[in-house]
């Protein structure tokens, strides 16, 4: 028996749930004709199915010719007809704005029933777009979609101009950014281009104007209006803005976020940071504690809620510049965003590449940084895996990142064997967790190889809003090829591509070893070294079997494992290779932790040297029992596959690449 007959069957019994569900999976299965599909579409609407499916299916069906009358006919009484007085009202108060505004040229507006498009609510968040003249749905829009999607700051020699931008998130966002012409002592109007009047028009249902009207910063163009860009306003309207002094960049002028994520350590974050500084838009400090951040912002709700003026504020906080400070205190309903800002703009010494007079707001470049990220997976009985992290979900919840209204990520990764190694040395040559020191104690080297195989930090949730905008740098591609990698993260991230991020410096010194060993600049060496002494080829092959899927989607050719079939028993070999992150975990335990551990038997304390030796030996190997235990378990889980879900149950998905511009390319790519 087909599912559709299924479906049937159980409609014929009023069993509607299962033949909601059964409907469901017959068009997911495909190869129905169309009045099945039609059958399906209007049993789960009438019934109360999932109504998303049923709405798809008739705009599907629409589209191909099938059925046009009747399906157009429930679209528009289901979906359209409700919604058209919200859809009218919104379109004649954005006339109506628009009207009395100076700066848009043309008050021909059609009437509603004239407008050339309408829009079908499809969800909360979004239409299906009908096309009247041509007689066809378009695709699935949600204008409110947080995703900034195209270099508009590319170029600030000339005031912003900006072409159809139909999105009321990008909207708002140049609004938001473009700074206001009295401020910067020029003319700095944002201008809107539009090739059509009639499309326009059409968005002025769906989109709300009005908010952006207020400073009357954007001036409206449409068609061959281009000729007037950029417009004399001294000449036509009589205002002159170089009388006004440049206004410094303040605390309220910063409304995005470039967050500059964490995806393990030694995984060349130092290195972005590098090449970001004294960026004339960015407000950009090296990597920070995100819990001393924390510390701070809770440092400075409490003083600033004891301060009674603002001199108070200006002469009493040190820990920020006066300015700084009595600019807080006059900000009423403060958020964690505008104490964040203020901490960077008091750190003189990395502010001063920034550029006040610029065209645009800055963005605050923030890399909150953890001692450890660690991950791990929660599975069910469908086999199905949930990444768990304490330190992402602090992230997720901090109101910090809850006060931006725009956030672009980026996520720098570097080879993981190698990252893994060098993580390994510096624990050991840096940390020196292998030496006994007092400020050790207590403190060992983790199961380093577990962790890398178990960090997934590049899977990104698509409901989380965090990951909306975002994209994965490779640590290689910034490099060997600087001139495409950093022209293209430039792009993404909305901000002109600078001669700062032509070399590498700190506090705008050029080339300097911002830490003891880093190599300086855009030197390569970092990535040929293997750090062969910090790891073995077994426990490199281990890490790149269990993140095989990260491998071949972010373009790394695998140098250890052989990428062939895996059973228990292969990785059992491997187990025996791990030779080096044992010992040093072993080590890290006798030298930090057993000194100060008091062994007995039946409550008689052991001093006995090979007694003592014995009992710690004994420890030791059953650790390294443990830790392969959980090793081939997490091999084992991952043979079969690679699916991984958020906590809702839908699927995570791998963060977007970074593309290059073959042209700008300087290197082959690396592999």
């Not at 006339?95 to 505004?101: G, H, S």
């Not at 409110?144 to 508009?152: E, I, L, Q, T």
């Not at 910067?184 to 059509?196: K, P």
């Not at 964690?336 to 901490?343: F, G, P, R, T, V």
Request: proline fraction near 4%; charge should be negative; include cysteine.
């Amino acid at each position: 028996m087909q599912t559709i007959d299924i479906a049937r069957r159980c409609a014929e019994l009023n069993a509607v749930a299962d033949a909601n569900n059964a409907y469901v999976v017959a068009l997911h299965q495909g190869g129905l004709a169309p009045e099945e599909r039609m059958e399906a579409a209007v049993y789960l609407l009438r019934m109360g199915g999932n109504y998303r499916i049923a709405y798809t299916q008739f705009s599907r069906l629409y589209n191909e010719g099938q059925f046009r009358e009747e399906c157009l006919d429930i679209m528009t009484q289901a979906f359209y007809a409700p919604n058209v007085k919200l859809l009218k009202s919104r379109y004649e108060k954005n006339c109506a704005a628009l009207k009395k505004y100076p700066y848009l040229f043309r008050t021909d507006f059609p009437q509603f029933e004239d407008l050339s498009l309408r829009f079908y609510p499809f969800d909360d968040n979004g239409y299906l777009p009908f096309d009247l003249a041509g007689q066809a749905f378009g695709g699935y829009v949600n204008f409110n979609h947080p995703v900034v999607s195209r270099n508009f700051f590319k170029d600030l020699e000339n005031p912003i101009l900006a072409q159809d931008v139909y999105s009321q998130y990008e909207l708002e966002y140049l609004y938001d950014n473009v700074r206001p012409s009295e401020d910067i002592g020029r003319e700095n109007h944002l201008y809107l281009h539009y090739e059509s009047w009639e499309t326009f028009c059409a968005h002025l249902q769906v989109l709300n104007l009005r908010q952006i009207l207020k400073e009357r910063k954007i001036v409206f163009l449409f068609g061959a209006e281009i000729s007037r860009y950029p417009i004399d306003f001294k000449e036509m309207y009589g205002i002159d803005y170089s009388q006004y002094p440049v206004k410094p960049i303040g605390v309220k002028d910063i409304h995005r976020l470039i967050w500059h994520t964490q995806l393990s350590s030694d995984n060349g974050g130092d290195f972005f940071n590098e090449v970001f500084d004294h960026h004339p838009n960015i407000l950009c400090m090296p990597s920070v504690m995100f819990e001393s951040v924390e510390k701070f912002i809770v440092e400075y709700k409490e003083n600033f809620a004891q301060f009674q003026t603002i001199q108070d504020a200006g002469s009493r906080f040190t820990s920020l510049t006066p300015q700084v400070a009595r600019e807080l205190f006059l900000i009423k309903n403060r958020t964690d965003k505008d104490y964040l800002a203020a901490m960077f703009l008091s750190q003189t010494s990395y502010m001063e590449g920034l550029d006040h007079a610029s065209r645009i707001a800055p963005a605050l470049f923030f890399q909150p940084h953890f001692s450890h990220l660690m991950y791990d997976m929660k599975h069910d009985e469908k086999g199905r895996t949930v990444l768990l992290s304490r330190e992402y979900d602090k992230i997720l919840s901090s109101p910090i990142f809850k006060a931006f209204k725009y956030i672009k990520t980026f996520t720098p990764m570097r080879r993981v064997t190698t990252s893994y190694a060098a993580t390994i040395r510096w624990m050991v040559e840096k940390r020196g967790m292998l030496e006994g020191r007092e400020e050790r104690k207590n403190t060992i080297i983790p199961d380093m190889v577990s962790d890398r195989a178990l960090n997934r930090s590049f899977m990104i949730d698509p409901e989380d809003r965090l990951y909306k905008d975002s994209v994965l740098v490779r640590f290689e591609d910034g490099k060997t090829n600087p001139r495409a990698t950093f022209t293209a993260l430039a792009a993404f991230l909305d901000i002109p591509y600078t001669e700062s991020m032509t070399y590498c410096s700190e506090r705008g010194v050029h080339d300097v070893e911002t830490a003891e060993g880093n190599v300086v600049g855009f030197d390569t060496a970092t990535v040929y070294r293997t750090y062969d002494e910090y790891a073995t080829d077994e426990e490199r092959a281990y890490i790149e079997f269990c993140l095989r899927d990260a491998y071949q989607f972010y373009g790394y050719d695998f140098h250890y494992y052989d990428g062939g079939p895996v059973d228990e028993e292969r990785v059992k070999e491997w187990l025996e290779g791990f030779t080096n992150v044992n010992e040093k975990i072993d080590i890290s335990w006798r030298k930090n932790v057993m000194p100060e551990a008091a062994i007995s038997i039946n409550g008689t304390p052991i001093t006995e040297n090979d007694v003592l030796e014995d009992s710690k030996k004994t420890f030791l190997e059953k650790k390294k029992a443990e830790m392969d235990v959980l090793r081939l378990k997490l091999a084992s889980r991952l043979m079969d596959g690679l699916y991984f879900i958020n906590k809702n149950g839908q699927p995570l998905r791998m963060m977007p690449k970074l593309e290059l511009d073959p042209a700008l390319l300087d290197q082959p790519l690396y592999h």
